[in-house]
Nanobody, 120 residues
Framework: QVQLVESGGGLVQPGGSLRLSCAAS????????MGWYRQAPGKERELVAT???????KYVDSVKGRFAISRDNAKNSVYLQMNSLEPEDTAVYYC??????????????WGVGTQVTVSS
């Protein structure tokens, strides 16, 4: 059993900053990829940022230069520093991990989501 627990969402004014955190726990052999997706009302879930075990990162174009993803492999954790937040960043943010629970069994896991609201 694997759990992803997110924290750090909330209400922030435009131009402000938030830091999201996510920790994975349970039967984890190794984490291949970890990151964040988001879903705004009426829209599909989209990738925000991911970082794989080799250190390669992906960002959606709309957050490049404003958001930064980092991982702490020793803690099975991923973080998202969000700066210069815009109302368009308002969404539920979901932590994501692709991981192996043993040497051959892998799966995609999701947190329950944390709300980020950018509004004055």
């Amino acid at each position: 059993q694997v759990q992803l627990v997110e924290s750090g969402g909330g209400l922030v004014q435009p131009g402000g900053s938030l830091r999201l955190s996510c920790a994975a726990s349970g039967s984890i052999f190794t984490i291949v990829d970890m990151g964040w997706y988001r879903q705004a009302p009426g829209k599909e879930r989209e990738l925000v940022a991911t970082k794989n075990s080799g250190g390669a990162t992906k960002y959606v174009d709309s957050v490049k230069g404003r958001f930064a993803i980092s991982r702490d492999n020793a803690k099975n954790s991923v973080y998202l520093q969000m700066n210069s937040l815009e109302p368009e960043d308002t969404a539920v943010y979901y932590c994501y991990a692709r991981l192996y629970t043993d040497s051959t069994t892998w799966g995609d896991y999701w947190g329950v989501g944390t709300q980020v609201t950018v509004s004055s």
